[in-house]
């Protein structure tokens, strides 16, 4: 098989796996998805970032990333408001109920980042990084036009 269908193929189940582990990370948070949770951390660290911009930091259309926010302020985990000066753009920020559940959820990514990083030296973990980002690039400029 070719080398690059062998990483596609890799790729694609890293992202099923990857999904799985999350769901049993958030279970028992009343967080329904991976997502929620990773739409909390970007949240969490980007006080009033807008919908745009998270729909653009995840790659989720506006319309689903509305959908979501929605979802996740019924349930307590966010807020949103209207930018004052900029009535077309609603912004985002965690709660007190979100910012438990995200401590809640750290000694769990802890514990699952060191199970799954164990076998790669520090080295290695950084040159994955930084060649996964590479790939990224380019798949995004392929989609998008744009990096």
Do not use: C, Y
């Amino acid at each position: 098989m070719d080398g690059k269908v062998s990483i596609i193929l890799s790729v694609l189940r890293l992202s099923a796996l990857i999904n799985r582990m999350g769901l049993k990370l958030v279970e028992g948070t009343g967080l329904s998805s991976v997502q929620q949770w990773q739409l909390l951390g970007i949240i969490s660290r980007n006080e009033g970032i807008t919908l745009s911009k998270l729909s653009e930091e995840t790659l989720v259309t506006k319309q689903n990333m509305t959908g979501l926010i929605e979802r996740m302020g019924k349930g307590g985990w966010v807020t949103t408001w209207s930018d004052p000066t900029d009535k077309r753009l609603t912004r985002v920020r965690i709660t007190e109920k979100g910012k438990v559940t995200l401590e809640m959820m750290q000694p769990r990514t802890h514990q699952s980042n060191e199970v799954t990083f164990q076998d790669f030296r520090e080295d290695e973990l950084e040159m994955m990084d930084e060649m996964l980002e590479r790939l990224s690039r380019s798949l995004r400029v392929q989609v998008d036009g744009r990096e």
